[in-house]
């Protein structure tokens, strides 16, 4: 019986969702509580590796049971082990899928949000959670500078150094900028990215916000396919996946 699992996380302490020797993950918290109630190993597959102190509202996964739980059941069988776990994992739903889906290969879209705290104190309550920028952005030049984003393009000035893409041209479907309060809210979808693209392309519209660079210059950076001419990467603090479309 093939499983669909929708999860949410807190990646502070996390060394991402791929299970790694050098600390605790997402994927190897999930594939333990599954063991937990089941005695059975298996592999739990993400829709997407996210990177240490990332987090995570809709990541989805799947895996393999030789095991016919209902939908209620499994959730809630994997949510008391994840509390054993004291894991900072929880699953949302669980549903029977067909064998033929995969929760990466799959998809079709996936979603991110990105927080930015704009004031001039911190948030005990948000620590860990948003990008404090202590001084005040203009959203509004932050805003004109995602129309040069938008669309297919070779974004090699927003790849991170060890990606792994063969590629990097993608095709960016929405970014989108809003003040909501004392938070910046940035909405970012396509159907895959490249390594750090989210984060690096956040920290080089902040610098638009900051007055550093001019909307234009995100176009500049674009066209220069190379790292060194973009700006600063955002946190891993402030980044959420959002949701995985199908």
């Given at each position: ?8 996380y807190?990646g ?22 599954v063991?937990?109630?089941?005695h ?14 990332v987090?995570a509202?809709g ?8 095991m ?8 809630e ?7 054993e ?26 979603g ?6 704009n ?8 620590t ?5 920028v ?6 509004a ?6 129309q040069?984003l ?5 974004f090699?000035s927003f790849r991170?150094?060890?990606c792994?893409?063969?590629?990097p041209?993608?095709t ?13 809210i ?7 990215f ?11 519209l902040?610098?638009?916000?900051n007055?550093?660079?001019a ?5 500049r ?10 700006g ?15």
């Amino acid at each position: 019986m093939r499983y669909k699992i929708t999860v949410e996380y807190d990646g502070t302490n996390l060394v991402g969702w791929q299970r790694q020797k050098d600390g605790p993950s997402a994927q190897a918290f999930l594939e333990d509580a599954v063991f937990g109630f089941s005695h059975q190993r298996t592999d739990v597959f993400g829709a997407g590796r996210t990177d240490a102190g990332v987090h995570a509202l809709g990541q989805v996964a799947h895996f393999d049971l030789d095991m016919d739980l209902s939908e209620f059941k499994m959730r809630e069988s994997l949510n008391a082990l994840l509390r054993e776990l004291q894991a900072p994992v929880a699953v949302i739903s669980a549903e029977k899928v067909t064998d033929d889906f995969h929760a990466r290969f799959s998809a079709v879209g996936r979603g991110y949000i990105y927080r930015i705290l704009n004031r001039r104190g911190p948030s005990p309550l948000r620590t860990n959670r948003v990008w404090l920028v202590s001084y005040n952005l203009d959203v509004a030049a932050m805003q004109k500078g995602t129309q040069y984003l938008l669309g297919n393009h070779d974004f090699s000035s927003f790849r991170g150094a060890g990606c792994q893409a063969l590629s990097p041209v993608k095709t960016l479907d929405k970014l989108d900028i809003e003040r909501q309060g004392e938070e910046i809210i940035f909405t970012v979808e396509a159907r895959s990215f490249i390594y750090h693209q989210v984060r690096n392309m956040v920290g080089s519209l902040m610098q638009v916000g900051n007055g550093t660079y001019a909307p234009e210059d995100i176009k500049r950076m674009l066209d220069a396919k190379d790292r060194a001419a973009a700006g600063i990467s955002a946190p891993a603090c402030g980044l959420y996946l959002n949701k995985v479309m199908y």
